[in-house]
């Protein structure tokens, strides 16, 4: 269909009349009767009055509407396979995350600080059903790590391993609990 400036038009697709105002190659912009500039391509766009206009009863004009309608897609974000088993919950022990300070704190205090903290959050992640903890020690002299390991061997219905080296590196350990469902 050739359109001209002065043309009075109707979108297909949406609820908006206008005139209109410029033509550039495909484009079409329209002016809606609110003073809007709308920008919409021929196939979107239906002359509607004028003398020259092509007389299209309410029929027709629904019919091609009718037409033009198709389902939209939902868009639910699907997982891909990897986030799918991604960890619920993280917990960084670097000591420095733990406590402002570490003046006046010996080492095996820092330790113990950083087990603790380890443990709380096992029992949380237990109450809350929680399945997946990665637990972030570090690399270092591997000392937190055995004591981790140490740890994780006291729940029965657990399992520990490294977490995923992409993501964390080395510096990190994934627990996973068998949730026993009734």
Do not use: W
């Not at 329209?30 to 920008?39: I, N, P, R, T, Y």
């Not at 991604?86 to 704190?105: C, F, N, R, Y």
Request: aromatic share 10%.
């Amino acid at each position: 269909m050739d359109f001209k400036v002065g043309d009075q038009v109707e979108a297909i697709d949406d609820i908006v009349q206008g005139v209109v105002v410029k033509i550039n190659g495909g484009q079409i912009t329209v002016e809606s009767k609110d003073g809007f500039l709308l920008q919409y391509t021929e196939a979107e766009l239906l002359k509607i009055a004028g003398s020259n206009a092509i007389k299209v009863s309410n029929f027709e004009v629904a019919k091609v509407k009718a037409e033009k309608e198709i389902p939209k897609k939902r868009h639910s974000k699907k997982l891909r396979s990897k986030e799918r088993y991604a960890p619920q919950m993280e917990v960084d022990l670097h000591i420095d995350k733990l406590t402002p300070s570490t003046k006046g704190m010996t080492n095996f205090e820092m330790l113990n600080l950083q087990l603790d903290t380890a443990k709380r959050q096992l029992d949380f992640a237990l109450r809350k059903k929680i399945q997946k903890v990665v637990f972030i020690h570090g690399v270092g002299e591997g000392i937190l790590k055995e004591e981790l390991y140490f740890l994780f061997k006291r729940y029965e219905n657990a399992k520990f391993y490294d977490a995923d080296y992409q993501k964390y590196g080395m510096g990190a350990t994934e627990v996973y609990f068998f949730q026993n469902t009734p």
